[in-house]
C-alpha cells in the first residue's frame, strides 16, 4: 500500500497539533516495512524526516507556499487529488473539502468548535465545524487523541464507534532527559530568556481556551497578599483573542516599575525553541496548566516527565491523561487555582515527591512508538 502523509502543517506555527503529526509519521517510518510512503511537505522538507527519504519506500514532494486558506483548499487538494497514492492521512488537521474520491483517515484533536465557540473567532468556528462535518461523512477512519474526545465527537458528529480510533498523543525523545541537564545549560536558557531565579510556569499557545488571564489573576492576587515571592513565566506563541491578556500583563510592568522593588514579576518568553524546553520545564517550581478545554495537553506530561511539579485544571482530558500525577483545581475556578498554588508551595517534600514519581510513571504510558504500532495494528485489520 502507497500511503501520501500531509506534513504541510509542520511550516506553520510548531504547536501541540504539529508535534503530534511529525512524531507520530517518525515512528511509522520506524517500525512500517511493508508499506510505501509518500510524505508531503510545504517550502521545504522538515529537517527530522531527511535520513528517511529514499526515493523507493519512502518519497518527498514539495509544495510553493500560498496564503494559508488557499493553500488548504486550493492548492493541496488540487496536488492531492493528481497523486497516486492508495490512502491518504492527515495528522494535523481535516482533509480539505475539494478532496475526491481518495481513502483517507483524518485526526480530530477536539471539538473545541462545538464544545467552547467563544475562545475562537466566528469564521474560525464554522470554518472546522463544517471541516469535521465534512470529514466524517467522508473519510474511511477516524483518529483523536483521547477518550473523552472521542465520546464527544460521537456524540456531536453521529459518528459510529468504531470509526473513531484513540491514538494518544506521545512525549518526544526531546524531554528523556530529566536528571540529565548542567548548570551551563540551566545559566544559558536563563538569560537567553530572561528568567527569574525561582518562577511558576504555563506553556501552551496564548489563546483564551488556555486561560491564561485566570492564571494571571490569581498570581497577581497571591503577590499582592504577600503569599509568593516567585516570578511567573508564560511561554508560547501568540495566538487568538488575547487582547485583554496583554493589557492586564502591560499594567502590571508598568506598576512594577513604580514599585521600584526587586521582586519577581510576570515574565513573556514568546516561542520557546524545543531543544530549550526541557531546562525551561525542569528549572521551573511548579507548571500550571489552566486550559479549560483540552483535547489531551501534551505541556504539563513534559513538564511531569522533566519532574516537575504540576497543576492542571480538571478538565475531564487532563484527568484522564494526568492521572495521579497532578494537583488539581476545579476548571476556572480563581480561588481554588489561588488554593492548589499555594498548597504546592507548601506541600512537605516527601510528597512533592510521591507526587513526581506518580507523574514520571504516567509518562510511561504515553510513547509515540507504541501509538504508532497500534495506528499499523489498525490499518491491518481493516485491510484483512
Not at 77 to 102: E, S, T, V
Not at 122 to 136: C, D, E, I
Not at 347 to 374: H, I, P
Request: glycine content about 6%.
Amino acid at each position: 500500500m502507497k500511503i501520501a502523509v500531509d506534513l504541510t502543517s509542520l511550516d506553520d506555527n510548531f504547536s501541540g497539533i504539529e508535534h503530534y503529526a511529525r512524531d507520530i509519521t517518525v515512528n511509522l517510518l520506524e517500525l512500517d516495512r511493508d508499506n510505501e510512503y509518500i510524505l508531503i511537505f510545504k517550502h521545504q522538507i522538515f529537517p527530522d524526516f531527511t535520513q528517511y527519504i529514499d526515493g523507493k519506500r519512502v518519497e518527498a514532494c514539495v509544495l510553493e507556499r500560498s496564503r494559508k486558506l488557499i493553500f488548504y483548499q486550493w492548492s493541496l487538494p488540487r496536488f492531492l487529488n493528481r497523486l497516486d497514492a492508495d490512502f491518504f492521512l492527515f495528522l494535523a488537521f481535516p482533509a480539505p473539502f475539494l478532496l475526491r474520491g481518495k481513502k483517507f483517515w483524518y485526526t480530530a484533536h477536539d471539538m473545541g468548535c462545538f464544545d467552547c465557540p467563544e475562545t475562537m473567532k466566528k469564521k474560525m468556528v464554522w470554518y472546522y465545524r463544517l471541516l469535521h462535518r465534512n470529514n466524517s461523512r467522508r473519510c474511511d477512519g477516524m483518529i483523536t487523541i483521547s477518550q473523552f474526545s472521542k465520546e464527544r465527537i460521537v456524540s456531536l458528529l453521529h459518528c459510529d464507534p468504531d470509526k473513531v480510533h484513540v491514538i494518544y498523543c506521545g512525549i518526544s525523545d526531546t524531554f528523556r532527559r530529566a536528571g540529565d541537564i548542567s548548570e551551563a545549560e540551566c545559566e544559558k536558557v536563563r538569560q537567553k530568556y530572561s528568567l527569574p531565579p525561582g518562577y511558576f510556569l504555563c506553556l501552551s499557545t496564548l489563546e483564551p481556551r488556555k486561560n491564561m488571564l485566570l492564571l494571571l489573576q490569581a498570581y497577581l492576587e497571591l503577590r499582592e497578599e504577600g503569599k509568593l515571592s516567585r516570578g511567573l513565566v508564560l511561554a508560547g506563541r501568540k495566538g487568538w483573542k488575547i487582547e485583554n491578556l496583554l493589557q492586564q500583563i502591560q499594567k502590571e510592568h508598568e506598576m512594577e516599575k513604580s514599585d521600584d522593588n526587586d521582586m519577581p514579576g510576570v515574565q513573556m518568553t514568546g516561542f520557546v525553541d524545543e531543544a530549550d524546553l526541557p531546562v525551561l520545564y525542569q528549572m521551573a517550581d511548579c507548571f500550571v496548566f489552566p486550559s479549560l478545554y483540552e483535547g489531551f495537553g501534551i505541556p504539563p506530561l513534559e513538564a511531569m516527565q522533566m519532574g516537575t511539579v504540576v497543576i492542571s485544571s480538571d478538565a475531564p482530558a487532563m484527568k484522564e491523561v494526568l492521572g495521579d500525577g497532578a494537583y488539581y483545581f476545579q476548571n476556572n475556578n480563581k480561588e481554588d487555582l489561588k488554593r492548589a498554588m499555594l498548597r504546592v508551595m507548601s506541600e512537605k517534600e516527601d510528597s512533592l515527591e510521591k507526587r513526581k514519581t506518580a507523574g514520571k510513571e504516567r509518562c510511561g504510558l504515553f510513547q509515540y512508538r507504541n501509538e504508532a504500532a497500534k495506528l499499523l495494528q489498525l490499518w491491518k485489520e481493516e485491510i484483512r
